[in-house]
């Protein structure tokens, strides 16, 4: 089974910048797409941004301009740089792997970010 474990989250001013890691604990083979999902209190899961195994991304529209997403293959780890953090953007974050070549989705258990002043 893949394992998904999240780090970086925290309280930060808004405004301020941080930035989220996730690393499997094997090596992941396959065709896979990673990304990052949030949960802001009292609402559903959202996609924040993913990427590819070809290295193509996607963003919510709520965080476009603002957030990067990358991957290190060779570490199995997913990472997301959020600037210009609002309120709006406290949520609990999470890891996703989604394999391209057959279904399976797996998630890390997630961390919590949280911007306020």
């Known amino acids: 089974q893949v394992q998904l474990v999240e780090s970086g989250g925290g309280l930060v001013q808004p405004g301020g910048s941080l930035r989220l890691s996730c690393a499997s604990s094997?090596?992941?083979?396959?065709?896979?797409?990673m990304g990052w999902y949030r949960q802001p209190p009292g609402k559903q899961r959202e996609l924040v941004a993913s990427?590819?195994?070809?290295?193509?991304?996607n963003y919510a529209d709520s965080v476009k301009g603002r957030c990067t997403i990358w991957r290190d293959n060779a570490k199995d780890s997913v990472y997301l740089q959020m600037n210009s953090l609002k309120a709006e953007d406290t949520a609990v974050y999470y890891c996703?792997?989604?394999?391209?070549?057959?279904?399976?989705?797996?998630w890390g258990q997630g961390t919590q970010v949280t911007v306020s002043t």
């Open positions: 094997g090596k992941i083979f396959g065709f896979v797409t």
């Open positions: 996703s792997l989604r394999r391209e070549y057959a279904y399976a989705e797996f």
């Open positions: 990427i590819t195994s070809g290295g193509s991304t």
